[in-house]
Structure formats: C-alpha cells, structure tokens
Nanobody, 124 residues
Framework: VQLVESGGTLVQAGGSLRLSCAAS????????MGWYHQAPGAERESVAA???????YYADSVKGRFTISRDNAKNTLYLQMNSLKPEDTAMYYC???????????????????WGQGTQVTVSS
C-alpha cells in the first residue's frame, strides 16, 4: 500500500483547507485510514480516523472543525479542515491499516502504512 498526501499550504487563521490522500497498491486490504499531525519538537498525534464501515474518531482538539471522509471508488482519503488555528500548524500524515478486527478506530489504533506528509501552516 502506498499513500500520497496533497493539499497542504499556508492559510490564514479562520480559513479552510482540504487535504487528500491517494492510496494505491493492495487497496482491498485496507480497513482503517487516518490522519496524524506532528508539530516541530512534538510527537506525532492522531487527528482523525475512519473505518471501512464509516466509523470515525476525532481528537478533542479538532472536533466540530475537521471532517474525515473517504471515497472508496477513488481510493482517496480526505480531511476537511475548517476554522483553522495557528496551533493546527504541523506536518500532516496519512495512514492506513489492514486489521479487519478494528471496528471503531481510536487514538491508539495502530497503522501499518504511512505517507510522506504534507505541510499545513496557519498564520495568525
């Protein structure tokens, strides 16, 4: 499974952005897909995740502002980011896993595959 993110850029606080993650390879093996972010000097943190059945997880810091979705026909994962804040500035990574035992993704869901990341910078 290969994952390629796109859509990161510089945006003003209060603005919106949509990240995309194109998946290729053994697509049919994928169950949960997710987004992580990592700010300079900080650990990588889970932002949101979605199972093949549409169950979602969101970090408290993004609930009500971010929406995760997937288009299985296009093999693409999205992250719609609204009301962006300077603290959302980070590298955003797409992730995928193939454990079909996971029904409800959480912050501790383990992922097998990672993209290279796309930078999101929110100016104040």
């Amino acid at each position: 499974v290969q994952l390629v993110e796109s859509g990161g850029t510089l945006v003003q606080a209060g603005g919106s952005l949509r990240l995309s993650c194109a998946a290729s390879g053994s697509i049919s093996d994928i169950n949960v897909m997710g987004w992580y972010h990592q700010a300079p000097g900080a650990e990588r943190e889970s932002v949101a995740a979605i199972s093949s059945g549409g169950k979602t997880y969101y970090a408290d810091s993004v609930k009500g502002r971010f929406t995760i979705s997937r288009d299985n026909a296009k093999n693409t994962l999205y992250l719609q980011m609204n009301s962006l804040k300077p603290e959302d500035t980070a590298m955003y990574y797409c992730a995928a896993q193939t454990d079909w035992g996971v029904v409800f993704p959480t912050a501790t869901t383990q992922f097998d595959y990672w993209g290279q990341g796309t930078q999101v910078t929110v100016s104040s």
